[in-house]
Nanobody, 122 residues
Framework: QVQLVESGGGLVQAGGSLRLSCAASGSIFVFNAMAWYRQAPGKQRELVAV????????YTDSVKGRFTISRDNANNTLWYLRMNSLKPEDTAVYYC???????????????WGQGTQVTVSS
């Protein structure tokens, strides 16, 4: 079984920064991808950023140039979302997500964290 635990959310003023962390534990053979999603009140959950096993990244247009997804160099089961120049419209619950192969012969499976609230005040 794999568990993902987020941390780092909170309340910040517009223009400020936050860094979210996601720690994975359990049976992990390899990560196919690591990602962050968010869900604002009354809206559908959306993909914010993804980091694939080959190192490529993608961001939703609204966060390009402001957010950065990265993986910890020393602990490859830990990844981050650095959020700069935050705007009130970034307010949402942020979820970490990963596509993980628990065993070498098993296919990838998607896992989710419990979510962490990010609130940006104007």
């Amino acid at each position: 079984q794999v568990q993902l635990v987020e941390s780092g959310g909170g309340l910040v003023q517009a223009g400020g920064s936050l860094r979210l962390s996601c720690a994975a534990s359990g049976s992990i053979f390899v990560f196919n991808a690591m990602a962050w999603y968010r869900q604002a009140p009354g809206k559908q959950r959306e993909l914010v950023a993804v980091l694939r096993s080959g190192g490529s990244t993608n961001y939703t247009d609204s966060v390009k140039g402001r957010f950065t997804i990265s993986r910890d160099n020393a602990n490859n089961t830990l990844w981050y979302l650095r959020m700069n120049s935050l705007k009130p419209e970034d307010t949402a619950v942020y979820y970490c997500n990963a596509d993980i192969r628990p065993r070498s012969s098993w296919p990838g499976h998607e896992y989710w964290g419990q979510g962490t609230q990010v609130t940006v005040s104007s």
